[in-house]
T-cell receptor, first 112, second 119 residues
């Protein structure tokens, strides 16, 4: 079993929909949680990060962490065709090396 | 003004050959990484270098040998290529090796990737 599980999709939604992307993890030592966005044929880029539990909002994006359930989510409001990409969750522990453990990524397609 | 660049972008080669991928970052970061992304988009760390010193070496076959001539460059040489080596290889860099509480300072910046196809 992988440390981080993420449904690969694909997820297809109409423009304007609310999108929910999720990851579960098994290592309770993870403290930092990130979402990376990867457009086709490009490298991943950091979208949002959260430390420990709670919510964080940035424009149309909201990241949630529930450490008791070992579950993280990314919500995209008013989704746009430009949001079509693969979204990878990543996480790491609070100490030691800056080593990220990634989920497999969820491919999202937002159609007009 | 590319932050992390890789060459080549595409690499098609025969099984058994030896090939190299080069990476350069102009961000002034101390730490560089190699990741492998398989066909299912799963991204896994292979190596990490800090100031030219190998720090992280995940269970990668010794056919893969990274080299860092200086902290702005990290190359990956692969000997005796196998079909299973086909993947996209990403280089990344971050300001520091050790975690920093401000995640923005710990952010890893990725290059555009090198798509390796072994026939």
């Amino acid at each position: 079993q992988k440390e981080v599980e993420q449904d690969p999709g694909p997820l297809s939604v109409p423009e304007g929909a609310i999108v929910s992307l999720n990851c579960t993890y098994s290592n309770s030592a993870f403290q930092y949680f990130m979402w990376y966005r990867q457009y086709s044929r490009k490298g991943p880029e950091l979208l949002m990060y959260t430390y420990s539990s709670g919510n964080k909002e940035d424009g149309r994006f909201t990241a949630q962490v529930d450490k008791s359930s070992k579950y993280i989510s990314l919500f995209i409001r008013d989704s746009q065709p430009s949001d079509s990409a693969t979204y990878l969750c990543a996480m790491r522990t609070s100490g030691g090396y800056n080593k990220l453990i990634f989920g497999a990524g969820t491919r999202l397609a937002v159609h007009p | 003004d590319t932050a992390v660049s890789q060459t080549p972008k595409y690499l098609v080669t025969q099984m058994g050959n030896d090939k190299s991928i080069k990476c350069e970052q102009n961000l002034g970061h101390d730490t560089m990484y190699w990741y492998k992304q398989d066909s299912k988009k799963f991204l896994k760390i292979m190596f990490s270098y800090n100031n030219k010193e190998l720090i992280i070496n995940e269970t990668v076959p010794n056919r893969f040998s990274p080299k860092s001539p200086d902290k702005a460059h990290l190359n990956l040489h692969i000997n005796s290529l196998e079909l299973g080596d086909s993947a996209v290889y990403f280089c990344a860099s971050s300001l520091r090796l050790y975690y920093l509480r401000d995640e923005k300072l710990s952010e890893q910046f990725f290059g555009p990737g090198t798509r390796l196809t072994v026939l």
